[in-house]
């Protein structure tokens, strides 16, 4: 079975700053995908970032980027220039390429952006 | 991107009674889609998956009989929970996948807060 992991429970950082959340998972699958959401105190879930095993290249959508290492089962989340709005919990979430469309989240890591 | 209506947003019931959740797919179909239950600070929980048109998949632990879903069309999944008491009490997410593509974003509802008093 699959599983996902995020180690960091609560993270901080400066206005500006950078962040980086970690994600591993484990799995015996060859394809999958994996994906990052966002949730704000709304609790909408939003996506921000969604990776394809299959390719190599790391994923970017504006100020956000992966690090994508196949190998070691890792998939960490770069905010780059942080701001206020992106303070919400950060699910990593991981979905196999055959079968259901099921997703398997981490337990989150709660981001606080500081003024 | 593609919409999902989940309604409604709040509810207070009795224990006792009986509450339906409607989640809907405004501008895509959906053969499948997804509930989830959300405890304060913790992660989604899947609880069943809901195919159009035949009997739901839950999840090991989730009771069929409290939690039923019912799938009638492609654009329309319903969570019921019958007898509700207050360890129901929780926030409950539904998602759906604009098919046919696999990899696509799965998009969420606004979520169901439920209280049972």
């Known amino acids: 079975a699959q599983t996902v992991t995020q180690s960091q429970p609560e993270m901080s950082v400066q206005e500006a700053e950078t962040v980086t959340l970690s994600c591993t998972y484990d799995?015996?699958?060859?394809?999958?995908?994996l994906f990052w959401y966002k949730q704000p105190p709304s609790r909408q879930m939003i996506l921000v970032i969604r990776?394809?095993?299959?390719?190599?290249q790391n994923a970017t959508e504006n100020r956000f980027s992966v690090n994508f290492q196949k190998a070691a089962k890792s998939f960490s989340l770069k905010i780059s220039d942080s701001q206020l709005g992106d303070t919400a919990m950060y699910f990593c979430?991981?979905?196999?390429?055959?079968?259901?469309?099921?997703?398997?989240f981490g337990t989150g890591t709660r981001l606080k952006v500081l003024a | 991107g593609a919409v999902v209506s989940q309604h409604p947003s709040r509810v207070i019931c009795k224990s006792g009674t009986s509450v339906k959740i409607e989640c809907r797919s405004l501008d895509f179909q959906a053969t499948t889609m997804f509930w989830y239950r959300q405890f304060p600070k913790q992660s989604l929980m899947l609880m069943a998956t809901?195919?159009?048109?035949?009997?739901?998949?839950?999840e090991q632990g989730v009771e069929k009989d409290k939690f039923l879903i019912n799938h009638a069309s492609l654009t329309l999944s319903t969570l019921t929970v019958t007898s509700a008491h207050p360890e129901d009490s929780s926030f409950y997410i539904c998602?759906?996948?604009?098919?046919?593509?696999?990899?696509?974003?799965?998009?969420f509802g606004q979520g169901t807060r439920l209280t049972v008093v």
């Open positions: 799995t015996s699958e060859n394809n999958y995908y």
């Open positions: 979430a991981f979905m196999r390429s055959s079968g259901t469309y099921k997703y398997i």
């Open positions: 998602s759906a996948f604009p098919l046919p593509d696999r990899g696509l974003e799965a998009f």
């Open positions: 809901s195919n159009e048109g035949s009997k739901a998949t839950y």
């Open positions: 990776q394809e095993a299959y390719k190599q």
